[in-house]
C-alpha cells in the first residue's frame, strides 16, 4: 500500500424513507455504493487512504444535506457534480418479522443518471485514472443510459491502464433493467474488468438460474476475474484467488434486526483489510464480522460508536 491511496465509490445516493414502528417515516440517505464509501471511510479513519464518493447531485436542500454527511463521514465530495434544477432520487424500505427488506424507487429523474454527460462527465473520466481503487456496482451501471454505460466502461478502462483496480459487486435489482438479458449482458461486461468481483448467490442465480457456489463462482471466474468473493448471506462466501478456493463462513446466532446494507459493509470490510496486505481469507472474516454488526441495527449506516473494535 503507498502513502496516498485513493479509493473511487461511484454510484448513487437517495433520499431513503423507512417505515417506524408508530407508522411514520424516517427521513435518511442511503445507496449500496455510498454504504460502502461511508464503511470505508469509518475503516480507513486514521490510515492513509482517502475516499471519494463520484456521482451527480442537484442544488435542493436534500442535495446540500447529502454532501453535508458523506463530509462528516470523512468522505471527499469534491468531484460530485451540481446540477441545477435537479433532484435526487428516492426510495422507501419496508421490513418484515424476519429484518427482510422491500424497496420501492422514485428515481426516474434523478440527477445521478446524468453523471456521464457533458463537461462532468468528461471530468469524472479522466479523474478515474487517479485513483488506485475503483468500486462500483450494478445498481451504477443500471442508472445509466447504454451511450452513458459505454463512457463510463471505457473510463473504466483507461484508469486500469494507468494501474487502476476495480472492484464491482452485481447488486442486481429487476426494476432498474429494461429485462434480463441486458442485465446479463452489462454485467458480464463489467465482470471481465473487474480485478476482484463481490457478489452475492443470490443476484447470481437471479440472473442466471439456479446455480450452487462452486459454479456461480466458477463461471464469474471464467470471464477473467482474479479475485472472487461470492457471498450467501448466512452461510458465508466462497472465495477464488490464484485458482485456490476456500469457504469463510459467517459468524453464527446472528439475530437480524435489517439485512440493509449487509453485504454493502462486507465490501468495505473487505476491500479495506486486502489494501492493509491481509489474505482474502482474513478479509471476508472481516467483512462477516462488520456485516454481523450492521444487521443488528435498523438502517443502512450504524452509529459510528456501533462499529466493531
Not at 463520484?54 to 470523512?74: I, K, V
Not at 468522505?75 to 427488506?101: K, M, S
Not at 483507461?158 to 494501474?163: N, P, Q, S
Not at 442485465?183 to 463481490?198: G, T
Request: charge should be negative; hydrophobic fraction near 40%.
Amino acid at each position: 500500500m503507498t502513502d496516498e491511496m485513493k479509493i473511487a465509490t461511484i454510484g448513487e445516493c437517495m433520499i431513503e424513507l423507512s417505515n417506524r414502528p408508530d407508522g411514520g417515516l424516517a427521513l435518511a440517505y442511503g445507496g449500496d455504493t455510498l454504504n460502502t464509501a461511508v464503511y470505508l471511510a469509518r475503516l480507513a479513519r486514521d490510515d492513509a487512504i482517502s475516499v471519494d464518493y463520484l456521482t451527480a447531485l442537484g442544488d435542493d436542500p436534500y442535495s446540500d444535506e447529502m454532501l453535508a454527511f458523506w463530509q462528516r463521514e470523512g468522505i471527499n465530495t469534491d468531484r460530485v457534480a451540481r446540477l441545477p434544477g435537479r433532484l435526487p432520487g428516492l426510495y422507501t424500505i419496508r421490513t418484515d418479522g424476519h429484518g427482510e427488506r422491500s424497496f420501492h424507487y422514485w428515481r426516474s429523474a434523478a440527477a445521478a443518471r446524468e453523471m456521464m454527460q457533458g463537461e462532468n462527465g468528461k471530468h469524472l473520466a479522466t479523474a478515474l485514472c487517479e485513483y488506485d481503487l475503483i468500486y462500483l456496482s450494478g445498481i451504477t451501471l443500471s442508472i445509466l443510459s447504454v451511450a452513458d454505460r459505454a463512457k463510463l466502461l471505457s473510463a473504466l478502462d483507461d484508469a486500469a491502464d494507468a494501474g487502476a483496480r476495480i472492484a464491482f459487486d452485481c447488486n442486481y435489482r429487476p426494476r432498474g433493467w429494461p429485462d434480463e438479458r441486458a442485465a446479463r449482458r452489462s454485467m458480464d461486461e463489467m465482470y471481465r474488468r473487474s480485478h476482484v468481483a463481490l457478489p452475492s448467490l443470490d443476484d447470481e442465480c437471479a440472473l442466471h438460474g439456479a446455480m450452487d457456489l462452486e459454479s456461480a463462482a466458477q463461471r464469474i471466474a471464467d470471464l477473467g476475474v482474479g479475485e472472487v468473493c461470492l457471498k450467501d448471506g448466512a452461510a458465508g462466501c466462497l472465495q477464488s484467488l490464484g485458482g485456490n478456493w476456500e469457504t469463510i463462513a459467517a459468524q453464527k446466532d446472528i439475530a437480524p434486526v435489517d439485512t440493509t446494507a449487509a453485504g454493502d459493509s462486507f465490501n468495505a470490510a473487505y476491500l479495506y483489510h486486502r489494501l492493509q496486505g491481509e489474505t482474502a481469507g482474513e478479509a471476508a472474516w472481516a467483512g462477516h464480522r462488520l456485516a454481523a454488526q450492521v444487521i443488528q441495527y435498523p438502517g443502512a449506516v450504524i452509529p459510528p460508536d456501533a462499529m466493531p473494535e
